[in-house]
């Protein structure tokens, strides 16, 4: 069993900057694909970014430009680090991490933009 835990967020003005941060329980840590997902109240979960154990990095539409998604295997961690942020961007901030069709979820972190 993986644990992840999510932290960083927080109330944030229209344009501002956060940085997510989520260290994962595992000594294995590198062979998971890590990735961040949001749910807005009334939403469902989306995509937020993800990144491969192979560095390789996809975002959604909606962060491109954005928000950067960064790993450190030293660390256990994976990092979100978002800016220019919009009120459209207010969410629970979910870790994700995945290793074959083995999946675990952190807590989630609050994000808020205000304008």
């Known amino acids: 069993q993986v644990q992840l835990v999510e932290s960083g967020g927080g109330l944030v003005q229209l344009g501002g900057s956060l940085r997510l941060s989520c260290v994962a329980s595992?000594?294995?840590?590198?062979?998971?694909?890590m990735g961040w997902y949001r749910q807005a109240p009334g939403k469902q979960r989306e995509l937020v970014a993800t990144?491969?154990?192979?560095?390789?990095?996809n975002y959604a539409d909606s962060v491109k430009g954005r928000f950067t998604i960064a790993r450190d295997n030293a660390k256990n961690t994976v990092y979100l680090q978002m800016s220019s942020l919009k009120p459209e961007d207010t969410a629970v901030y979910y870790c994700n991490a995945r290793r074959w069709a083995i999946l675990y979820w952190g807590r989630g972190t609050q994000v808020t933009v205000s304008e």
């Open positions: 990144i491969a154990t192979s560095d390789i990095i």
């Open positions: 595992t000594s294995i840590f590198s062979t998971y694909t």
